[in-house]
């Protein structure tokens, strides 16, 4: 499975951006994808999750802010990222759990600065 996102930039506190990530390589549906973000310094955090089934799981931080869908016949993911503050910062990573392994994107910066 590979994974290619997009959408990354730089946008000032209060705006959006949106995130997507597309899956290849498999003829199945993925199980999980979501998205982390790791900033410099810090560990790599839960951003946004969403099974096949539509359950989503949202870190506490992005609540409210930012919302996680899926395409599952494209094997796309998307996040939606409005109200951004600067501590958003971050490099954005698509992950994907697939029958048993998990897999990562090449990341995308997101900066929210003014």
């Known amino acids: 499975v590979q994974l290619q996102a997009s959408g990354g930039g730089l946008v000032q506190p209060g705006g959006s951006l949106r995130l997507s990530c597309a899956a290849s390589?498999?003829?199945?549906?993925?199980?999980?994808m979501g998205w982390y973000r790791q900033a410099p310094g810090k560990q790599r955090e839960l951003v946004a999750r969403?099974?096949?089934?539509?359950?989503?799981n949202y870190g506490k931080s992005v609540e409210g802010r930012f919302t996680i869908s899926r395409d599952n016949a494209k094997n796309t993911v998307y996040l939606q990222m409005n109200s951004l503050k600067p501590e958003d910062t971050a490099v954005y990573y698509c992950?994907?759990?697939?029958?048993?392994?998990?897999?990562w994107g090449q990341g995308t910066q997101v900066t929210v600065s003014s």
């Open positions: 992950k994907a759990d697939h029958l048993g392994s998990y897999y």
């Open positions: 390589g498999s003829i199945f549906t993925i199980n999980v």
């Open positions: 969403e099974s096949s089934g539509g359950t989503t």
